[in-house]
């Protein structure tokens, strides 16, 4: 039976980078891990950037517990980037359809990665306290200098026991 494990967000963050690397097909370089987003370009037609958010406590597990079971919601955010010239100037059909490159479909696949994924370790044992869950997600739109890329951004949330010295009560 697995354990809940005290985390930190650090470990969690490259679980889910691993997760999107596995279930998208996607080279290491492509799923970027980032407190912003990217200068541009990565490599590639699609790629998606991982970015930490804030978080809040669950105030009254801390009231009973403390230090022992200090439990964080922290989100974070994916951003799917693509490129794909093929449609004509007023209209982004093959952007958002194509059964390749097309930007709803890979979108559908980063939620499918990502949405009730329970990051652990390879012991089994869970790095948070429930599965990730998608709380949110932007309407894709194109980036003003660099029109041939759009992009949109999905929000999950993660609840884990942060990892703190228990010596300390």
Same mark, same amino acid.
């Given at each position: 039976m697995p354990t809940v494990l005290r985390s930190k967000f650090s470990t969690i963050l490259l679980a889910v980078q691993a997760r999107l690397v596995a279930k998208?097909?996607?080279?290491?370089e492509r799923v970027l891990v980032s407190k912003k987003d990217p200068p541009f370009f990565a490599q590639g037609d699609q790629f998606v950037v991982v970015r930490p958010r804030g978080f809040r406590v669950?105030? %009254? =597990?801390?009231?009973?517990?403390?230090?022992?079971?200090?439990?964080?919601?922290?989100?974070f955010t994916v951003t799917l980037w693509t490129r794909l010239v093929l449609d004509e100037t007023d209209r982004d059909t093959e952007w958002l359809t194509d059964p390749t490159l097309g930007h709803l479909d890979q979108e559908n696949a980063v939620i499918d990665a990502v949405?009730?994924?329970?990051?652990?370790?390879?012991?089994?044992?869970?790095?948070?306290?429930? %599965? =990730?869950?998608?709380v949110d997600g932007s309407e894709p739109g194109e980036l003003p200098s660099a029109k041939e890329w759009g992009a949109s951004t999905?929000?999950?949330?993660?609840q884990y026991e942060i990892s703190l010295d228990q010596s300390e009560q």
């Open positions: 998208l097909g996607f080279p290491l669950s105030e %009254p =597990i801390v009231g009973a517990a403390g230090r022992v079971d200090t439990r964080i919601m922290r989100r949405q009730i994924f329970w990051p652990a370790t390879s012991g089994d044992d869970l790095l948070t306290t429930y %599965p =990730i869950r998608l999905l929000t999950f949330e993660a």
